[in-house]
């Protein structure tokens, strides 16, 4: 077997404990709690420590394992939840998922040649803030993406109809030009139809989460 057993000589390596938790005989919900500094005290066995035995204290000469009732994170049916954001980036590479899949999202939008300078795209992301890469990033699934792969130059000119683009891009020999990040976030902003209108009212919302409505 591959598997690698923990020995207590390792305590010092650890950075944290899994739980499995069986819903059913093929399910299972895993949880991961982060083992900080505080939790193992004594870890490298460097300080004194005591433990009571009756009205004497004891040397403690081992690390005790603290074991506290915090989650950092679930794992679920392939997902990972948790808002342990910092955690995720230290210790689990998120900023470098959350990168390639800007990246990806910025593939998907220069495949459909409708931007005169994609690398705009490019330009945005690597600003130096994680922000600007997670805004991207939700373009991976866009619904406008998908309508302009299968007709762009019918829905851009739709676009330009509609009252919050109107005139918003400067567009040359059919192409989207992208002179500021200003402009590439209005672009995201379309992209990921961060407003809707009301059908009775006319009023626009800035809307976070999108579902679908189904038909009837």
Not at 3 to 8: G, M, P, V, W
Not at 152 to 167: E, M, S
Not at 185 to 206: K, N, P
Request: aromatic content about 8%; some cysteine; charged content about 30%.
């Amino acid at each position: 077997s591959n598997e690698k057993i923990f020995r207590a000589s390792e305590i010092k390596d650890a950075q944290g404990l899994l739980f499995r938790f069986e819903r059913s005989s093929c399910e299972a919900l895993w949880a991961y709690q982060h083992l900080y500094v505080q939790s193992v005290p004594n870890k490298g066995r460097k300080s004194l420590l005591s433990t009571q035995e009756q009205d004497v204290f004891v040397e403690m000469k081992n690390p005790l394992l603290s074991i506290s009732r915090r989650v950092d994170l679930l794992i679920w049916d392939n997902k990972i939840i948790s808002d342990r954001l910092g955690l995720l980036q230290r210790n689990f590479g998120l900023q470098k998922f959350i990168m390639s899949s800007a990246r990806e999202a910025i593939g998907s939008i220069e495949k459909l040649n409708v931007l005169k300078n994609p690398e705009k795209l490019t330009d945005y992301i690597e600003r130096g803030q994680l922000l600007y890469a997670k805004k991207m990033m939700c373009l991976k699934d866009s619904s406008v993406l998908k309508q302009l792969k299968e007709r762009p130059k019918q829905l851009l000119k739709r676009i330009d109809r509609l009252p919050r683009w109107h005139g918003k891009f400067m567009i040359e020999d059919g192409k989207i030009v992208l002179k500021t990040f200003a402009q590439v976030e209005e672009l995201i902003e379309l992209l990921d139809e961060t407003y809707t209108r009301s059908d009775v009212t006319g009023q626009e919302y800035v809307t976070d989460v999108k579902r679908p409505v189904e038909a009837g």
